[in-house]
């Protein structure tokens, strides 16, 4: 099997998040998938086969399957524009019908991709003290202009925002107990944030539930997030742009474009560089 592997939402040619793509003319077997997937060990790896006037996909971690990946998506979009031409490709995933934009760009290879509907929702108290504790942080950490809550772009997502970048960098976790809750609650990640200014963001994004301590680069969360920011009403005068994986050595770098109707997609776009063997 020729399984490509592309950094997506890399800064030029260095950073972003690396992720497995595989195009065939039939998808393996879901014990299969996984398994490629676990021998990968990148934090998913997209699995794509022709369906009607575009493409079946889906995405699996080293441990489980999961609905959506952002940047996975972005991945399979150049890969996809490297061996077909630039265009805009439809993929239908196991819960939503989305598609992926790319276009080669010198060395790299430029994406964007329409998430699933976004929505949100306060996190109940008890929840957000348990996710704190489990982080060690305290409320009096946490940005009151963007309260704890639960928000989903097209996979379920805990956010919290920090009110100081030191606190975002010194993150740290009990990896197998935020495992199960993670797996108890049915989120992808826990994205950590915090804001530069209402434009910029710098994120971080635990994701034990998929057997992986931290993404550097996390599309999926990213929509959610925006998604989350348009619901609360905040001044993002139409889109963001996201720094993540920084404090790991991987700066990455994800722009998101806000429709002003709420729930509606999100635009998700970056760069993807094919990482050499």
């Known amino acids: 099997m020729d399984i490509q592997r592309i950094a997506a ?10 992720a497995g793509v595989l ?16 021998e990968i060990g990148f934090s998913e790896t997209a699995f794509a086969a022709p369906q009607g006037d575009g493409w079946r996909v889906r995405y699996f971690s080293p441990r489980i399957e999961v609905p959506f990946c952002g940047h996975a998506t ?23 019908g989305i598609s992926v934009q790319a276009a080669k760009a010198g060395g790299t290879v430029s994406a964007a991709l ?22 060690g942080y305290g409320r009096d950490d946490l940005d009151p202009a963007i309260p704890p809550a639960l928000i989903h772009g097209g996979a379920d997502h805990f956010v919290l925002a920090l009110k100081s970048r030191r606190h975002l960098a010194a993150m740290a976790y009990d990896f197998e107990a935020t495992r ?3 797996l108890r609650e049915g989120w992808a990640t826990i994205l950590l944030a915090f804001a530069e200014t209402p434009r ?12 992986v301590y931290e993404d550097p680069a996390t599309g999926a969360a990213t929509a959610a997030f925006a998604g989350y920011l348009r619901d609360l ?15 790991m050595g991987m700066r990455s770098r994800l722009h998101a474009d806000i429709p002003p109707q709420p729930g509606s997609a999100i635009r998700v776009s970056g760069t993807a560089r094919i990482m050499q063997d």
Do not use: C, Y
């Not at 972005?74 to 939503?96: E, Q, S, V």
């Not at 139409?238 to 993540?244: D, L």
């Open 9 to 18: 939402f890399s800064e030029g040619e260095t950073g972003g998040n690396p």
């Open 180 to 182: 199960a809750v993670m």
């Open 233 to 247: 009403g905040w001044p993002h005068e139409g889109s963001i742009e996201i720094v993540q994986g920084e404090d």
């Open 200 to 211: 910029l963001f710098h994120t971080r994004n635990p994701f034990a539930s998929g057997g």
């Open 114 to 135: 329409q998430s699933p509907p976004t929505r949100s929702r306060p996190a109940p108290p008890e929840l957000a003290a348990e996710i704190l504790a489990l982080f």
């Open 74 to 96: 972005i991945a399979l979009g150049a890969a996809l524009a490297l061996k077909f031409g630039d265009g805009t490709f439809p993929l239908t995933l196991n819960d939503a």
């Open 23 to 38: 195009i065939a003319d039939a998808l393996p077997s879901p014990a299969e998938m996984q398994r490629i997937a676990a």
